[in-house]
């Protein structure tokens, strides 16, 4: 978890993590694709304390982007930015994003959590 907010699944449950979620999403219209283990799916990999899921999503030029099925707007957001870009500039502030508390540059803490 880090700054109380972000939960990212670790590796060892990252397989189960998806497979539930992937179940219980399955025809939502409110997440436009489907979610690792289907073939073709998007990585589930975490969410937030508000319940948002984050996705890093398979792009045809053979990157990945993250998005977001955010929970208190009940909307799927594509951000467009790669994981390394996305987390960066979210955690350092940089980005407008209005889901995500307004953080200060780190550092940040970072705390492990055992489901």
């Given amino acids: 978890m880090?700054?109380?907010y972000v939960y990212f699944c670790g590796a060892r449950g990252l397989r189960a993590y998806g497979?539930?979620?992937s179940r219980r999403l399955v025809g939502s219209p409110s997440v436009p694709c489907s979610v690792l283990p289907s073939p073709?799916?998007?990585l589930l990999w975490g969410h937030t304390i508000e319940g948002d899921r984050l996705f890093l999503v398979p792009q045809a030029h053979g990157t990945w982007t993250v998005?977001?099925?955010r929970r208190?707007?009940?909307d799927w957001h594509d951000t467009g930015l790669g994981f390394g870009e996305w987390?960066?500039?979210a955690l350092a502030g940089a980005l407008a994003i209005d889901w995500l508390p307004q953080w200060e540059p780190g550092p940040?803490?970072?705390e492990r959590v055992d489901s």
């Fill in 72 to 74: 208190g707007w009940g």
């Fill in 67 to 69: 998005s977001a099925f």
């Fill in 40 to 42: 073709g799916g998007a």
């Fill in 108 to 110: 940040h803490p970072v």
């Fill in 2 to 4: 880090i700054s109380d």
């Fill in 19 to 21: 497979e539930e979620w």
């Fill in 87 to 89: 987390f960066r500039g």
